[in-house]
């Protein structure tokens, strides 16, 4: 997938709000939390960086392509510089991985107000 095709997937789904902000770097959120970033090519963070659940963090951020997200690891995130390693599928799976697990850490409250 392209930057711009992940924009407009990320763009699609539920409850998500996007901000232009760090230079550039287009940040999807959630309820006001962060789920994924897209970064103008040669940025410093990765061009694509996602939020993991916490039990995949490890083998993927040592998997071919990946590496964890420079200011974000430790929150369980991972950077792919180059996104075309990933079919669109994959990509999909990941972001729509990344936007529930940040979904389902919102308070319930937030939750049924976003309607998640």
């Not at 095709?5 to 999807?28: E, H, M, N, Y």
């Not at 959120?29 to 970064?39: P, S, T």
């Not at 410093?44 to 420079?70: N, Q, W």
């Amino acid at each position: 997938m392209t930057p711009r095709q992940i924009d407009k997937f990320c763009s699609s789904l539920p409850a998500a709000t996007r901000i232009v902000q760090w230079g550039g770097v287009a940040v999807f959120k959630v309820g006001g939390k962060m789920f994924c970033l897209i970064a103008p090519n040669d940025h410093s963070i990765g061009r694509v960086c996602f939020k993991c659940p916490p039990e995949h963090y490890e083998a993927l951020s040592r998997s071919d392509g990946f590496r964890p997200a420079p200011y974000l690891a430790r929150a369980k995130w991972v950077a792919v510089d180059d996104p075309s390693i990933l079919t669109a599928s994959e990509m999909k799976a990941y972001v729509k991985r990344a936007h529930a697990v940040i979904a389902a850490a919102l308070p319930k409250k937030k939750q049924a107000a976003l309607g998640l």
